[in-house]
């Protein structure tokens, strides 16, 4: 069965330092999703790729944030530098419907950051 | 301003003792109701997805439903291994032709045998 493969599952940083997180999303799947979910809360939206553009990155920290997906296949978040609020699971969703509508997403297991 | 909102916060029951848990939405635009199920440490699992008012869906023990301001899923009978958390999200219309997700707290299950 066809997965979203997310590494590191767990990362843990000191304060300032820069983090990287990698996805590979489900063969095929044009859309790409990175997650921010804080203990006991729901997920919330990070940015949207639609292949390697990116289509919402409303909710992204752009100071310290970044997210690219270059050949619109895998992709990475980075934070740079990390803050102690950054501290969360990290998660990438993908969907195949290339425009929105009906979009099931399917996650990977996430990488938890730790910054100390 | 859109929200999802799941009810209640957690819910402990006896192995057997059927219950229902509640996602309220008001959201401009609704395309799309998701349930996942989230297990401690891991990334949600997709269980249903509703479009319309008044469509069903079922799984095993799970059984979802959707009107026109709220989802419920309604669990019979349920078993240990039925604990997790379960997440709720809508899809709703965006800025410039896209779409958002807004996700729910979650719902945290706890099965007793």
């Known amino acids: 069965e066809a997965e979203v493969a997310q590494s590191p599952r767990y990362k843990i940083t000191e304060k300032s330092q820069a983090v990287a997180f990698w996805c590979d999303p489900i063969s095929g799947h044009a859309t790409l999703y990175w997650y921010r979910q804080i203990l006991g809360q729901g997920p919330e939206l990070l940015v949207q790729f639609q292949d390697e553009s990116v289509v919402d990155d409303s909710q992204l920290p752009k100071d310290r944030f970044s997210a690219e997906r270059l050949k619109g296949v895998d992709s990475t978040l980075k934070i740079q530098p990390a803050e102690l609020g950054d501290s969360a699971m990290y998660l990438c969703?993908?969907?195949?419907?290339?425009?929105?509508?009906?979009?099931?997403?399917?996650f990977g297991a996430g990488t938890r950051l730790s910054v100390l | 301003e859109d929200q999802v909102t799941q009810s209640p916060e957690a819910l402990r029951l006896q192995e057997g003792e059927s219950s229902s848990l509640n996602c309220s939405y008001t959201v401009s635009g609704l395309r799309g109701l998701f349930w996942y199920r989230q297990d401690p440490g891991k990334g949600p699992e997709f269980l249903f997805t509703l479009y319309s008012a008044g469509e069903e869906k079922e799984k095993e023990r799970l059984k979802a439903t959707l009107t026109k301001k709220e989802s419920f899923l309604h669990i019979t009978a349920p078993k240990p291994e039925d604990s997790a958390t379960y997440l709720c999200?809508?899809?709703?219309?965006?800025?410039?032709?896209?779409?958002?997700?807004?996700f729910g707290t979650g719902t945290r299950l706890k099965v007793l045998a």
């Open positions: 969703a993908s969907s195949l419907v290339r425009w929105g509508a009906k979009n099931i997403q399917y």
């Open positions: 999200a809508v899809q709703a219309s965006g800025t410039s032709g896209t779409y958002k997700y807004i």
